[in-house]
């Protein structure tokens, strides 16, 4: 039997992913992924108020701390006809893009980088040369040679006292790191820079949503008032902070995201030809700028496209049953309509019949069932979802931002269009929708203001809450293009309660196992081919998996195929 290499779990924060690779010498010739942890909000929300169906589901995630409530009121609005007034719709779309600034900044930094980044290889930088490489990318204001130096000394402290942390049982000196001491000193110094940056930036979250994480939603609207002389309410001088919160947003990603990425990127555009996955991209779109359900006035597109092909977007109907599936041959449940055919979430079914197997195991029932992720197909074709999807979405459709963004990278780095499909391209596309969102919300935050001195301060439809005035049954679909791609929230409400609720997220689209076809997911499909250089260090399987950006713990254990321990990572 070929040696089967294990990494358990690869993880973050939260939720445990498994990946599993078939190797034929040091190449992965097949990968498969499970999710090892089993949610089941779903079933706890039936017979609830629908109402208060985001305060349980906003709880999927301790990441995104706004995207399942979003995705919730969205789909009680949907439902029930709903419809909320303007303000109200310009502050959900501050509050979802300052999500992704924060996100996708906290992932680059803290997450994706140290697989691009040898941090131990800083304390051989020159601070003198360091600054002057930062000085050449960008106008960043923490250039110096003295603060470059300072950085350096604190580095070397932590190593000599052994307080390095998330850094401290990485894979340094790795053949794969390829970028000079300086360029990993200044990596390095921007890390720690962002830690700082984000504590500004989750003030937008507390300002319009009374906490973060997890701020407050309100079916019909958002749950804080608007009045710009009262002490009880959204004012003018809070208002006032998220401007300044918006522009140091700015300042950082135009000056050290955005040149940092294309800065690491190239030293590395190899990797615009390895981790493609399926060749097949989905999006529900998002950011609204009239009916919430009218695809065509958002700012990212609803749609999908097929193999690769951008001049054609086909059309994404939520509510179709022929549509939106998911498949559970290879997963750890039950249907009652049995293996080999889909449910829409409308009929979608939670029953945890089956049971996985208890830890620890030496590999899985590749064969059987394998993963506490369902399979969703579309048209029963697998999908990508995330910052590739929606970029790619934005360049087919014309949108001039997206396509000056994205033709401006493919030149600097000088890499063909066909490196857009890859764990590279991955990478790239969250940061350049950084930069649009962000570019967005600065006039999406002008018109609120507008609104208010113009007299309007509505926030919420206040004749919507007579449960009397419902059907007696209804069904709607919320969506939301959260950071880590299509999010798609399903609910059935009988008698003014929840009948049936189900949610379909970004990493069970990227994630799920293979389907009744054998068709693998994006996971699976972007790990085979790749080149191990050092398979007791897979640190190639970590830069794509990293790329989708997988809601994980921090912590990776490595295995052998006899179940014995290789490695261990842990983060204090």
């Not at 293979?514 to 068709?519: I, M, P, S, V």
Request: hydrophobic residues 40%; aromatic residues 10%; glycine residues 8%.
């Amino acid at each position: 039997m070929s040696k089967r290499l294990v990494v358990d779990p690869i993880t973050r924060i939260e939720g445990h992913l498994r990946v599993e690779a078939q190797m034929d010498g040091n190449s992965i010739a097949e990968a498969y992924s499970s999710g090892t942890m089993v949610r089941g909000i779903e079933i706890i929300l039936r017979g609830r108020d629908p109402r208060d169906a985001w305060a349980f589901a906003q709880r999927i995630c301790g990441v995104c701390t706004l995207v399942h409530g979003i995705a919730s009121v969205r789909a009680v609005e949907n439902a029930l006809n709903y419809k909320i007034p303007p303000n109200a719709q310009l502050i959900r779309n501050l509050m979802i893009a300052a999500q992704y600034v924060h996100d996708h900044v906290m992932h680059f930094y803290h997450l994706h980088a140290l697989d691009w980044v040898d941090v131990v290889s800083a304390l051989s930088a020159d601070p003198k040369a360091t600054s002057d490489l930062a000085s050449a990318i960008s106008n960043y204001p923490r250039s110096s040679p003295g603060y470059f130096a300072d950085v350096k000394k604190k580095l070397k402290t932590f190593v000599e006292q052994g307080q390095l942390g998330i850094f401290a049982n990485g894979y340094w000196g790795h053949p794969e790191y390829k970028l000079p001491p300086e360029a990993n000193l200044m990596a390095v110094a921007h890390y720690l820079d962002a830690l700082e940056w984000q504590r500004d930036v989750v003030q937008i979250h507390t300002i319009f949503g009374g906490k973060n994480p997890h701020p407050n939603f309100l079916v019909g609207g958002v749950a804080n008032p608007l009045d710009p002389n009262s002490d009880s309410a959204v004012n003018m001088e809070q208002l006032a902070k998220i401007g300044e919160v918006i522009s140091k947003m700015e300042a950082f990603v135009d000056q050290a995201y955005v040149p940092d990425t294309l800065a690491i990127a190239g030293f590395y555009k190899d990797w615009g030809a390895i981790g493609e996955g399926v060749g097949n991209f989905l999006t529900y779109g998002d950011f609204p700028t009239g009916d919430t359900d009218d695809p065509s006035t958002f700012l990212v597109p609803r749609g999908v496209i097929l193999d690769r092909d951008l001049s054609t977007i086909h059309d994404v109907d939520l509510h179709a049953e022929s549509q939106i599936q998911e498949y559970i041959d290879h997963s750890w449940y039950d249907y009652s309509v049995g293996d080999g055919k889909g449910l829409h979430p409308y009929d979608g079914e939670t029953n945890l019949n089956f049971t996985g197997p208890n830890p620890p195991y030496d590999q899985l029932n590749v064969d059987g069932r394998y993963s506490w992720l369902k399979s969703p197909r579309w048209n029963g074709k697998a999908m990508e979802v995330g910052p590739l999807s929606r970029m790619l979405m934005l360049y087919a459709s014309g949108n001039a931002h997206a396509k000056e963004l994205v033709d401006y990278t493919l030149r600097t780095l000088d890499v063909p269009v066909t490196a857009l499909f890859s764990t590279l391209g991955r990478t790239a596309a969250r940061t350049l929708e950084t930069k649009i969102y962000l570019d967005f919300m600065r006039g999406w935050y002008d018109q609120l203001i507008a609104n208010i001195k113009a007299g309007d301060t509505r926030t919420h439809n206040p004749d919507l809450w007579e449960p009397s005035t419902w059907p007696k049954k209804a069904q709607g679909a919320g969506y939301m293009e959260a950071p880590r791609g299509a999010l798609g929230h399903w609910i059935v409400i009988e008698d003014q309660k929840i009948a049936n609720y189900q949610a379909i997220v970004p990493t069970t689209w990227n994630a799920g196992p293979r389907d009744h076809n054998g068709l693998s997911g994006p996971y699976e499909a972007a790990l085979k081919g790749h080149n191990l250089a050092v398979p007791d260090q897979p640190l190639e399987i970590l830069r794509t998996i990293h790329s989708f950006d997988p809601c994980i713990a921090c912590a990776v254990h490595l295995t052998g195929e006899d179940g014995e321990e290789k490695l261990q990572i842990k983060v204090s």
